[in-house]
């Protein structure tokens, strides 16, 4: 069995999101460009190999998958087993790459799939935690409009409906160190569900602190932006 490539160790977010992640090779993923988890596993199971001179990319596809259906016997079921929301996938060739921020499921498919992995990727021990915590953040080479830190979406939901025009007052008096435009005035005052999904930009951490204690319950998920240097 060959040994579990050495963990690289970083300090950034996968898709802002994701603090693991594994590459596994094996031939017949891209398979799973055409077909779900559940069909391809059907595949697998009762598809016999496709013999021809004149194969299309698809029929060799198919053949790989069957091929190594030892493999995906025991990989679809794994992903199958664990919660919705666990992980995340990529596919690019032969390779699929696995995103989390689950260390169990993490370590399981390590460790289940250890010949297959080509690159896998951890924080370094003891960040785990800070990494999860810390806000999220987007990376970038230029702020928007050469001037905002974060990127604020809003809860007009949770704001009580007589207080929102008291509050909007306010919001549009802290421009220009939020962008606060007539069009979002108007639909955090009509809003009262939580269907839609809006934002402002802010201009810095004091700005944004400052938003949350007049109103601690307008902002919902906040995003930094870090410049790429």
């Avoid at 490539?5 to 977010?13: D, I, L, Q, R």
């Avoid at 960040?127 to 702020?143: H, N």
Wanted: with cysteine; charged share 30%.
């Amino acid at each position: 069995m060959k040994k579990l490539p050495t963990a690289k160790k970083t300090k950034k977010k996968f898709y802002n999101k994701y603090i693991y992640k594994v590459s596994l090779e094996i031939p017949g993923i891209s398979g799973l460009r055409y077909y779900d988890l559940h069909k391809f596993i059907e595949i697998c199971q009762t598809q016999e190999l496709v013999s021809s001179p004149d194969l299309t990319w698809k029929d060799r596809v198919m053949n790989q998958m069957i091929s190594n259906k030892h493999v995906w016997m025991k990989l679809i079921p794994y992903l199958n087993g664990v919660e919705k929301g666990t992980y995340f996938k990529r596919l690019e060739g032969d390779h699929i790459d696995l995103y989390t921020n689950d260390k169990a499921f993490y370590q399981g498919v390590c460790n289940k799939f250890s010949e297959f992995v080509r690159l896998r990727f951890q924080p370094p021990k003891g960040m785990e935690t800070q990494m999860l915590e810390e806000e999220k953040k987007i990376f970038v080479k230029k702020l928007p409009h050469d001037n905002y830190e974060y990127r604020a979406y809003l809860h007009p939901h949770k704001i009580a409906h007589d207080d929102k025009q008291l509050l909007v007052n306010w919001l549009s008096n802290q421009k220009p160190k939020i962008t606060f435009t007539s069009s979002i005035k108007k639909w955090l005052i009509n809003t009262d569900q939580n269907w839609d999904r809006r934002y402002i930009y802010i201009d810095n951490e004091q700005t944004l602190l400052m938003i949350k204690l007049r109103s601690p319950s307008l902002l919902g998920q906040v995003f930094k932006y870090e410049l790429i240097r």
